[in-house]
């Protein structure tokens, strides 16, 4: 589980994620993102972006007010897809998510922050 809150020092917020494998960022075109976003006038806007080299996690004009991210990153040591779901707040809740569609295995991931990040990123990992 990803955990990041925090604000930005400019109006404007890109962070993205790539999963890494022995200490390399994976930046092929395998990466897909998906989101979906309920506003203030309660319409719903759905959006898919494929092959990228990252999950992009959003991009917008408002946070420098803060900001959340929630994500869990689901079977990234599995020589399988990669997933990752959540929320986020970004003036409304908005779902998140991506995987890396290709058959690999991670040990890491990097975040990719576009503009001066100031916060706290966390990761909680589970054991059965």
Known sequence: RLVISGTFSTSSLDMWLRFRSGGVDNSTTNYVTTTGLITS??????????????????????????????WTIARPQLNTKTEVTGFTNRGS???????????????GFSLIFGSSFTGTVRVYGYRN
């Open 41 to 70: 006038t309660s319409t719903y806007v759905a959006q898919y972006a494929g092959s990228w080299t990252r999950i992009q996690t959003y991009t917008t004009t408002s946070f420098t007010d803060g900001f959340l991210v929630d």
């Open 93 to 107: 809740m908005e779902w998140q998510g991506g995987s890396y569609v290709a058959a690999s295995s991670f040990d």
